[in-house]
């Protein structure tokens, strides 16, 4: 591909050209075009060669919210889990990071179970994603952004479980130059991936799911769930509620006592 600003490439999501959009220092030193598609808006970095010294920490020391996202994210996923799919078993936490969402939801009385490629499992050990196990229930909280082949990973991910919620912020309308957005995370360098509404829905028709989405949070099923419930869910007052009302039996000493044999 050629250097020059006005150089296009294919989107990673629907295949139609993608042109230059703007550059940015990525890890304060190397300077990276991105691309949005002139189809779905999905905006993309240029090849990341960066990512390798990207990942020498799989979580970066500007992510101060952490903790505070992972609680957030164990209250959703409770009230989605009450009050869409009851029945679900077992589920996995797919690039769960350290283990500090899967430990959260086994403390909460859900059966989740670790998989992530870059980071080390320091708080589900023992519960980690065994080859050919499928699931009822995927999650996979701020990874899409981060991928250089979403679809690749995404086919993973659907092949493991029928219903897939992920976390990503959505590019805002119009798309903000890399400047405006904190979310680019410039930084660090290990997002590299923007997603648009129509982007997800896209994803959606490839793999044969119906997609709901609010804010921040994306819910790809086989079966069709309602768009109405899965926004109880993302309020807090009202997830705070449900997931009282369907309190579950905690697996915390029961996983103490399996680890212990």
Known sequence: MANAPGSRMQCNICGADSEFFDQAQILRKYLVRYFRCTACGFVQTEDPYWMEEAYSS????????????????????????????PRADLSLDYGAGHGIFVRL?????????WSDLHARND??????????????????????????????????MMSLSPNVLVSTELMPQPTPKISAW?????????HISFYTLESLRLIARKFGRNLLSHG?????????KSQLLFRFA???RVSALLNVLHKRPSLTTADFDFLSK
Do not use: C
């Open 58 to 85: 799989a979580i970066t020391r500007q992510d101060t919210g952490l903790i505070f996202r992972n609680l957030l994210n164990q209250r959703f996923t409770t009230a989605v889990l009450n009050l869409l799919f």
């Open 123 to 156: 708080y589900a050990r023992g519960f980690e994603h065994e080859d050919n196990r499928t699931y009822d229930f995927l999650t996979s909280f701020e990874v899409l952004e981060h991928l250089a082949h979403p679809l690749v990973e995404l086919s993973k």
């Open 216 to 224: 921040r949070y994306h819910l790809f099923t086989l079966e069709p």
């Open 182 to 190: 904190w979310y680019y995370g410039t930084t660090t360098g290990q």
């Open 234 to 236: 993302a309020n807090r």
């Open 105 to 113: 939801m086994r403390d909460a009385g859900f059966r989740f179970y």
